[in-house]
């Protein structure tokens, strides 16, 4: 439903024309819990006549049956419409919410002020252009208000509304006011938030919020309506930017067009003028502004456009169209502001996908430099990251890609982790910078490949990558495979589980973010040696799915080889060689496979081997046939 206009009477083509050109706000309603951010939300609704009949007809029945305002209007009813939300009085999912003025569209989220729905929250300010923090009067500045502050600057809304709420019951004492605004403008300042606008309102009676109330002569400022209509929009501020457009798709109907259409997240471009496509870096100029409309003189921030170029250049979905002579930069290693979003852990070292705009490309996250208290702003030191904590992380991707700080370019800097495995969005990311280390650290070419090292040893370079419970047999049987091959002639290395972690990580434990280390380091060296020319077995309990296949993606088509030492954890257990069941199940033995840490059988290995069926020569010897191309 749109605001209610003359003109739909009396023109409805002029109204629809200028509904059509109205620009677009979107901002976020935050702070804490019952500070009326949903009541707030209900009374711009109302007050823009935004609501209908049946509507208000229904709010006023709610009101009266589960309202928190003794029979009166309770406006939070319009936002929160979760059972859940209503039966407690808070918001627990982001609401979103249109209405209209006559010269300016809304769209505005209601986030929840609770600290344990931090991840809601982040998704609806994401991609907002303005923040109201709402203050109780009565309570003033708390950990919340400025735990929810701080996210507002950590995601970049420059623009903030402090909103001192509920001033109708501390009798709109001027005082009181003035103290609060002046306790929040200290923190504001060391968060970084300049442009903070406060008004003193009541969102239950009106007040200050479409029109001036008559309780506030003391207050000279705009309504929060009038605010919201003419402040200025970031479309504004980045449309006088460098020209920007991840592309989104290339566009190919037929052998005589080739196009490339993405969203403008920048700037200006017109034809003639000259592009570089990154991050490939190669250089041509704009033929074309394809539209469906028809070809443009000039395209600008905010609008979806096809480009074509004078020159035929490889560009590829996810790629960056920029001005030639102003390029964004390309890294594949950064510096990042990291919110975890999962109820599983983030552990180092550990495999996701990440995803900038278009853009999906390997990450892994290096190191955790330290985590941010949210509501103390102290830094803690962490190894690992749980659900809505948020952290300053290193992230070192498998491709460079095109890029932006969070910043200056929300389009450009702004991205998401994503399990490899669930495909799962578990954390959202703010590029800060790219590191140092990335643009001084190259691949140095050598004329002896990997092929030429295999060849010379008349074979073919693999990972044979066994794994299995503790007491499967992996380690018996890896080293009897390795006696075979050898007497077979192949040129072998055996790395084993506890052999290794004598020396490359005999710093490394057995919690689960060390056990993810361990096998990327492992990985790590099994690739260099593969790339020598050597068939490496590796006999590690590699319990993650996660890893695994971490293993297998830092090898080519072929050269991973998983052999799966399928023993009931029974049997295994009954073994237990070197005692090991038997401490962890005394509680001597902490983060144990198959006992309080879990293990993840593979679901698609090439080799599968029983070894409560099987003896270790029958499995060994059927996993050497395989190998060599015998396998019946």
Known sequence: MAHVSDLIETDIDAYLESHQHKSLLRFITCGSVDDGKSTLIGRLLYDSKMIFEDQMAALEADSKKVGTQGGEIDFALLVDGLAAEREQGITIDVAYRFFSTDKRKFIVADTPGHEQYTRNMVTGASTADLAVILIDARKGVLTQTRRHSFLVSLLGIGKVVLAVNKMDLIGWDHATYDRIVADYRAFAAEIGLGDVLAIPISGLKGDNIASLGEHSPWYDGPTLMHHLETVELDEDRLRRGPFRMPVQWVNRPDLDFRGFSGLISSGTVKPGDAVRALPSGRTSSVSRIVTYDGDLDEAVAGQSVTITLKDEIDISRGDVLSVADAPPEVADQFETTLVWMAEEQLFPGRPYLLKLGSKLVGAQVTEIKHKINVNTLEHIAGKTLDLNEIAICNIALDHAIAFEAYTADKDLGGFILIDRISNATVAAGMIKFALRRSQNIHWQATDVDKTARAAQK??????????????AGKSTVAN??????????????????????????????FTEEDRVENIRRVAEVAKLMVDAGLIVLTAFISPFRAERRMARELMGEGEFVEVYVDTPLAVAEQRDVKGLYKKARAGELKNFTGVDSPYEPPEHAEIVVDTSKLTAVEAAERIVQWLEGKAP
């Open 458 to 471: 008349n074979q073919t370079g693999r990972i044979v990558w066994f794994t299995g419970l503790s007491g």
């Open 480 to 509: 009897l495979v390795e006696k075979r091959l050898h007497a077979l002639g192949r040129h072998t290395y055996l790395l084993d589980g506890d052999n290794v972690r004598h020396g490359l990580n005999k710093n490394l434990g």
